[in-house]
Structure formats: C-alpha cells, structure tokens
C-alpha cells in the first residue's frame, strides 16, 4: 500500500525531463522538457514522480536523466 502515502515519503533522487515524445501514450500533458522531478519510487522499469499535475504518476524511465 506504498501509493497511500507517496506524497509524505522520502525522495529517492532528482531527474530531469529530457524529452516527451512518446510512442504510446501523451506525456507533454504531466512532464515539461528540461524541468527535474522528485522520484518517490523506482522499479526496473518506470519513475514514479510527483509530475505537473501534483500527483505521483508512473513514466517510462527512457524520458529522464539523472539530475
């Protein structure tokens, strides 16, 4: 139950957006281009950040680059 408290957790690390061209999905809506997010939560595949939106969003890790 990890995404109760996703908000009050400790950040992993910062990454910064480097691009929004996704193939499958629309991203440009929750990430801006050169702008560095808190990541609350990694898995091998995705971030899991506190996005433009204000809320904690998964996104593929091919978007980011380490802050």
Same mark, same amino acid.
């Given at each position: ?5 996703w908000h ?11 691009? @929004?061209?996704?193939e499958k999905? %629309? $991203?440009? =809506?929750?990430?801006?281009? !050169?702008?560095? +997010?808190?990541?609350?939560?990694? @898995?091998?595949?995705?971030?899991? %950040? $506190?996005? =433009?939106?204000?809320?904690? !969003?998964?996104? +593929? ?7």
């Amino acid at each position: 139950m990890i995404h109760l408290n996703w908000h009050e957790r400790e950040t992993i690390k910062k990454v910064k957006c480097i691009h @929004t061209n996704a193939e499958k999905y %629309i $991203v440009n =809506n929750a990430l801006t281009p !050169g702008n560095v +997010y808190d990541v609350k939560n990694e @898995t091998e595949e995705f971030y899991f %950040i $506190v996005d =433009n939106t204000g809320k904690v !969003g998964g996104f +593929y890790k091919d978007y980011f680059a380490d802050a």
